[in-house]
């Protein structure tokens, strides 16, 4: 079946640092990939998105790139800043059926 | 625009009970999906509602059920509730079924649920 794989958490990061989380997906076909970030407390927020392959979803510094070749759709950020701090999850959805298939979520926290 | 809403915020039921959860779509939006989120997890898919039908079901039983009304809105009741049923439930509205696969799913911000 489908599934996503996110790099273990927790992630600890300085201010202005270099984020990197990795997202991996099996599927068949041609899935829609996510990323949703959730801050403490409260629900999942559509952080970027990609529909097909080579597409890059980006928004607020945050990019992800939709690599068929090897699965992956991981998440970059060029500079963190303590406000990025959440819960972020990475999630596809496969053509046909009706739900999100969501990864197990990586948690970031960033330090001033 | 108003976004997705869930109501209560919070609730906290016995085992063996029954709950109702209650779930407002986006404006425009006619499907509600529902999730299960259990602490430190990814939100798991229980079922989804279209034009109040309902479009497809995760693994959950039967004791997990629902309804999409005229105006779009949905419930999640659970019945005999169980101890690992103590999550955070999430409502998702969406502008069609997931068929393509490039629509967006919108989320509220969840209702959590414990049960002692």
């Known amino acids: 079946g489908n599934s996503v794989t996110q790099m273990e958490g927790p992630v600890t990061l300085s201010e202005e640092a270099f984020l990197t989380i990795n997202c991996t997906y099996t599927a068949t076909g041609y899935p829609s990939l996510f990323w949703y970030v959730q801050y403490p407390g409260e629900g999942l927020q559509l952080l970027l998105k990609a529909t097909k392959a080579d597409d890059k979803g980006s928004n607020k510094g945050f990019e992800a790139t939709y690599r068929k070749e090897t699965t992956s759709f991981h998440l970059e950020k060029g500079s963190v800043q303590v406000s990025d701090s959440a819960v972020y999850f990475c999630?596809?959805?496969?053509?046909?059926?009706?739900?999100?298939?969501f990864g197990q979520g990586t948690r970031l926290t960033i330090n001033p | 625009e108003t976004g997705v809403t869930q109501s209560p915020t919070h609730l906290i039921k016995t085992r063996g009970q029954q709950v109702t959860l209650r779930c407002s779509s986006q404006s425009g939006h006619n499907t509600v999906s529902w999730y299960q989120q259990a602490l430190g997890q990814g939100p798991q898919f229980i079922f989804q509602?279209?034009?109040?039908?309902?479009?497809g079901r995760g693994n959950f039983p039967p004791r997990f059920s629902g309804l999409q009304f005229p105006n779009y809105s949905s419930e999640l009741n659970v019945n005999a509730l169980e101890l690992d049923d103590s999550a955070l439930y999430l409502c998702a509205s969406s502008s069609d079924p997931l068929s393509t696969g490039t629509d967006t799913q919108y989320f509220g911000p969840g209702t959590r649920l414990t049960v002692l």
């Open positions: 999630a596809l959805s496969a053509r046909g059926a009706q739900k999100l298939v």
């Open positions: 509602y279209y034009r109040e039908e309902e479009n």
